[in-house]
């Protein structure tokens, strides 16, 4: 039987753009695995969202300038515009796979100071998106189920409820 310290590690980054295609593929979705990277994830829990800082060694140029664009906009409307890019880490030991972040880009930039260890810089937070995302009042006559409403609530910001 062999021990986690005798698998081979990997880091695999999913990384969706909320506007514009990658030059690389052509699509608003890449797939970055075999790359050096480190990640640092932040998960303390209470009212702090997850916060992710990933450096990704090796990505071309091109594919760093997609994922540098500004998502966050004037105000249209009495709210922000804000259509962030995502991204998912899994970390890989052996044959097993774990999802260990999911959120939407704070920041992000190419980062040359180091040439010619290039690499792209990633600051993200878990459902960013969805804490800035305006939504409607809600209001509930008599007595209301408290994971009902909480049901609601989550799905609207497009998550799943799970009652415990």
Same mark, same amino acid.
């Given at each position: 039987?062999?021990?986690?310290?005798? *698998?081979?590690?990997?880091?695999?980054?999913?990384?969706?753009?909320?506007?514009?295609?990658?030059?690389?593929?052509?699509?608003?979705?890449?797939?970055?695995?075999?790359?050096? +990277?480190? #990640?640092?994830?932040?998960?303390?829990?209470?009212?702090?969202? !997850?916060? &992710?800082? /990933?450096?990704?060694?090796?990505?071309?140029?091109?594919?760093?300038? +997609?994922?540098? /664009?500004?998502?966050?906009?004037? $105000?249209?409307? !009495?709210?922000?515009?804000? =259509? $962030?890019?995502?991204?998912?880490?899994? +970390?890989?030991? !052996?044959?097993?796979?774990?999802? @260990?972040?999911?959120?939407?880009? @704070?920041?992000?930039? %190419?980062?040359? =100071?180091?040439? $010619?260890?290039?690499? &792209?810089?990633?600051?993200? @937070?878990? %459902?960013?998106?969805? %804490? &800035?995302?305006? @939504?409607? $009042?809600?209001?509930?006559?008599? %007595?209301?189920?408290? +994971?009902? #409403?909480?049901?609601?609530?989550?799905?609207?910001?497009?998550?799943?409820?799970?009652? *415990?």
């Amino acid at each position: 039987m062999t021990t986690s310290f005798s *698998n081979k590690k990997a880091l695999r980054f999913v990384i969706t753009l909320s506007t514009g295609k990658f030059g690389s593929s052509n699509n608003d979705r890449i797939t970055l695995q075999g790359f050096r +990277a480190s #990640v640092d994830i932040d998960k303390t829990g209470g009212v702090q969202m !997850g916060t &992710l800082r /990933a450096k990704i060694y090796g990505v071309s140029q091109s594919d760093m300038n +997609a994922c540098t /664009a500004f998502t966050m906009q004037a $105000p249209r409307d !009495g709210g922000y515009l804000y =259509q $962030p890019n995502n991204v998912e880490v899994y +970390a890989i030991d !052996g044959d097993a796979e774990s999802l @260990v972040f999911a959120g939407n880009f @704070v920041n992000a930039w %190419a980062e040359y =100071q180091n040439i $010619p260890d290039v690499y &792209l810089h990633i600051q993200a @937070v878990s %459902a960013a998106a969805a %804490a &800035l995302r305006p @939504v409607p $009042p809600r209001s509930f006559k008599g %007595a209301v189920d408290v +994971a009902t #409403v909480m049901g609601q609530i989550a799905h609207s910001m497009g998550f799943a409820f799970e009652n *415990n």
